[in-house]
């Protein structure tokens, strides 16, 4: 039950990164245009580090609805003849930011400690393409996979889906879109602090609207930018909270923050999830905030999360051992 997850204040790494931010006094999202947005999460990125060496990367394009949808194909350290799980990755910045640079670490690192070929999607973004275009896009994406994993060194038979944020509401509805579509499900659907639900009043986004990364008014705007008719925001595809029927999806795992104002939907969908029958792991980490996976390299949590996620992937994929770590050596 929710009320049994632990909650604390924050985490030392975090506070010590917002207090940082917050001196910087960049605006938020919802100050800006979109290119505007964009540009300022591209120079964010940069101040990741380098990221981990991989075996390989490639470059390739697949048909999409809309036309070419670049796919990032991330193959980690470790024998090459092998054919290894894919986990098709969706990257977060509210449907309107990021690509597949800026969440490259991250892919990377989840590649190596998951001994798993990291398929990162540049999906359509908002407002230029509004909903369904990204959706569209993530499902091509996986449908792609699913088909053609062997020609890039995968294993067609396990394809997870997996996104932080905006990427974790597309990995959410792409495990929606497999059932309905009668399309052979994800291994797994790993939905890292998701956005699965256009409701502003939930007690997250009230208890953490201001000063702790993402805010309320960045979401609000977000929503704005994808979905601007808001009698679509209650289309499952677009809301996967919004599903009257979440039974006979992929096994799922959710990571929250404690301090996220997503944190309340991406839990009650793991609930839903559990009622419905779906094998589902719930872990929340009490004193993150939102992104922290994305940052890593700073945060030990972030770190620790990396490793489990991998770690679940493993044990979906059916491979022996926890997380090799985001060096790919364990």
């Known amino acids: 039950m929710l009320e ?20 910087a006094g960049l605006p938020t999202a919802d100050a800006m245009t979109p290119a ?12 990741l580090g380098r990221p981990p060496r991989v075996a390989r990367v490639r470059d390739v394009h697949i048909d999409g609805p809309g036309g070419p949808v670049p796919v990032r194909l991330i193959r980690p350290i470790g024998p090459e003849e092998e054919a290894l799980p894919v986990v098709a990755f969706h990257h977060g910045g509210g449907w309107v930011t990021g690509d597949l640079s800026s969440h490259e670490g991250l892919c990377r690192a989840l590649a190596n400690a998951s001994g798993s070929i990291v398929a990162s999607v540049g999906y359509r973004l908002a407002p230029e393409h509004p909903f369904p275009a990204a959706a569209d896009d993530a499902f091509a994406a996986y449908s792609w996979l699913r088909s053609n994993a062997a020609e890039v060194g995968g294993d067609p038979s396990r394809v997870a889906v997996c996104g932080d944020s905006a990427g974790g509401n597309l990995a959410a509805v792409v495990a ?41 008014g960045e979401m609000m705007w977000y929503w704005d930018q994808y979905v601007p008719d ?23 795992m959710v990571i929250t923050a404690g301090h996220d104002v997503l944190r309340d939907e991406g839990e009650r969908y793991a609930e839903r999830l559990r009622a419905a029958g779906v094998p589902t792991t719930l872990s929340r980490y009490p004193g993150m905030i939102h992104g922290f996976l994305r940052r890593y390299p700073f945060f030990e949590e972030g770190r620790r999360g990396v490793d489990e996620a991998a770690t679940a992937l493993r044990r979906a994929f059916g491979l022996t051992g926890p997380s090799r770590g985001v060096d790919g050596g364990g």
Do not use: I, K, W
């Open 4 to 23: 049994d997850l632990p909650t604390g204040p924050l985490d030392p790494q975090a506070r010590d990164f917002l207090d940082r931010l917050n001196a």
């Open 36 to 47: 505007q947005a964009r540009a300022q999460m591209e120079v964010s990125a940069r101040f």
């Open 176 to 216: 929606l879109m497999a059932r309905d579509r009668g399309v052979a499900p994800p291994t797994l659907q790993l939905l890292c602090y998701p956005a699965l639900d256009c409701d502003f009043g939930a007690r997250s986004y009230l208890d953490f609207a201001e000063g702790h990364l993402l805010t309320r």
């Open 230 to 252: 808001p009698a679509d925001r209650l289309n499952p595809y677009a809301s996967p909270m919004r599903a009257e029927d979440l039974s006979g999806l992929a096994p799922a």
